[in-house]
């Protein structure tokens, strides 16, 4: 009888854990999408540079990404509208059409950083020139994202994001000088200013501004797409929802961030330990992957380039689609057909061109992709800000307005990068 008792309960535990397994979405896939190759890029010249100097700063972020995702994806399945379009109901119309404007540059220059990262990993394994990539990667991921369901193939491309994890494997093979890299996960030591261009970035990178809007309009999406409500309309529903969302984000942002410190730590322990402290190529960012591939290091890092550049390129594009369409009044969604919502797809594909023409500058794709992270972390704290007021507004949120944990956290990630940017600002004009 206790047998029988026990396995009763061991597959209703089983059964829990697999409901709660298929429930996970955005939060997952947007932590995926979170180490992008502008994340990879700073990353590894923050490990290359500083060594394990600024590892700190993905233990301090963690708390504050997961607050601040967490009141993006509220705000969605809460209201069942997207922050752009909530963010119109409690503040001035040309700020707004501000926050979106800068939104839109920084996703435009990220994209097209992007696309170029991709097209120097796919020259380090098959060679040829890189603008044929570009227009390639460039053209798969317009057509995805016009005939095909994010969801879907968001559920297949994820998986390549697993070569990232080649990173972790790095660590079991070259010496790591473990005391020194936890004592700095905990503790900062004196950098000085040059760090603080670099400090910014990770913040930038791993709190990106389009991972807010593409969340909240995931959930509001979610909700469109199926016979759900929004929670001011389904109370009830509101303990499971929160849940689901808790868990969702918590893990997608945990995946992030241990990917990012294994990252920093790869590169600490083998291009800083040689002496290779800034990273100019796709080549030598790759080479970290040696210790651990070998001579298939180019084609690993490209696999985790590639893989994670074709689930953030319509993150980005698709974030400013929604952002821009919310405000404009405009019909958006991916789940619409092109026809059905003109304009929506109209940004995703005049973004992803304006990105493709990047390519033709003469910028430095590892560079771009730093320079990039740079510039969501100077965008970010004035969209955090706002995105907090409109959390806590009843006429918006009803009793779901957001509690003091998530107030206090989201308050303190828009404080840290306001201090980061402005630190890294005065040290640049002074």
Request: proline share 4%.
């Amino acid at each position: 009888m206790a047998r029988l008792r026990l396995h009763g309960w061991s597959k209703h535990l089983g059964r829990k854990f697999v409901r709660s397994v298929e429930e996970l979405g955005p939060g997952v896939v947007t932590g995926a999408a979170d180490d992008d190759p502008s994340g990879i890029a700073t990353y590894s010249q923050a490990g290359a540079q500083f060594g394990y100097g600024l590892l700190w700063t993905q233990l301090l972020s963690y708390p504050l990404m997961v607050a601040i995702q967490l009141v993006s994806a509220h705000i969605g399945r809460v209201t069942g509208s997207g922050l752009a379009k909530n963010l119109i109901e409690v503040l001035p119309r040309p700020i707004v059409l501000f926050l979106v404007g800068i939104l839109l540059v920084a996703n435009i220059i990220n994209l097209g950083a992007d696309l170029s990262a991709m097209a120097a990993s796919a020259q380090l394994v098959v060679g040829g020139g890189t603008h044929g990539f570009v227009i390639l990667f460039a053209l798969i991921c317009v057509a995805l994202q016009l005939f095909v369901s994010y969801r879907r193939y968001a559920e297949v491309l994820k998986w390549l994001t697993l070569s990232l994890f080649a990173y972790v494997g790095v660590l079991f093979l070259v010496h790591v000088d473990w005391p020194q890299a936890l004592l700095r996960l905990v503790w900062p030591p004196r950098l000085g200013t040059d760090a603080l261009l670099t400090i910014v970035a990770l913040f930038g990178t791993t709190i990106s501004p389009y991972l807010f809007f593409w969340q909240s309009s995931q959930e509001a999406e979610e909700i469109a797409t199926s016979s759900a409500h929004s929670l001011k309309r389904t109370p009830r529903a509101a303990p499971r929802q929160f849940r689901r969302m808790r868990l969702d984000t918590s893990l997608g942002m945990a995946f992030s961030e241990f990917i990012s410190i294994a990252i920093i730590i790869a590169t600490a322990a083998t291009l800083h330990a040689r002496g290779i402290t800034d990273i100019q190529s796709a080549a030598q960012a790759a080479e970290a992957l040696s210790p651990v591939a070998g001579r298939f290091a180019f084609l690993l890092f490209a696999l985790g380039i590639i893989g994670t550049g074709l689930l953030s390129v319509p993150v980005l594009a698709g974030s400013a689609a929604f952002a821009v369409s919310e405000v404009r009044g405009w019909r958006e969604g991916l789940e619409y057909k092109p026809q059905q919502a003109v304009g929506f797809y109209g940004i995703i594909v005049g973004a992803t061109l304006i990105g493709v023409a990047m390519d033709w500058s003469n910028i430095n794709p590892i560079q771009a992709l730093f320079w990039s992270a740079v510039l969501n972390g100077v965008c970010a704290a004035p969209i955090m800000v706002a995105m907090m007021i409109v959390a806590h507004q009843p006429r918006i949120m009803g009793r779901f307005t957001e509690r003091a944990p998530l107030m206090i956290f989201g308050w303190a990630a828009a404080a840290v990068m306001a201090a980061a940017s402005i630190a890294m600002l005065v040290s640049v004009i002074l």
